[in-house]
């Protein structure tokens, strides 16, 4: 999204999720396979007024695409 408004910033991303192995490995039946939450720490750095930022968060959580577990 920031190439698409074309500013020059560094992007980082940390992901942690909740994750039972016992459901992916087949262990127990009743225990979901796969991630049951993914959370992410998304880091800006670079010389953005509030205005830039705000409007590239905002994008940003309209056009990225969602996971659905199912």
């Known amino acids: ?3 698409n408004f074309g500013i020059d910033v560094d992007i980082s991303v940390e992901a942690t999720g909740d994750l039972d192995l016992r459901g992916t490995l087949g262990i127990k039946d009743d ?3 796969g991630f049951e939450d993914v ?5 800006v ?8 930022q705000a409007a590239l968060q905002r994008y940003t959580e309209r056009y990225s695409v969602p996971h659905k577990a199912g």
């Not at 959370?39 to 880091?43: A, K, P, Q």
């Open 1 to 3: 999204m920031a190439a």
């Open 45 to 52: 750095d670079g010389d953005l007024d509030e205005e830039t």
């Open 31 to 33: 225990v979901p396979v």
């Open 39 to 43: 959370r992410l720490d998304v880091s």
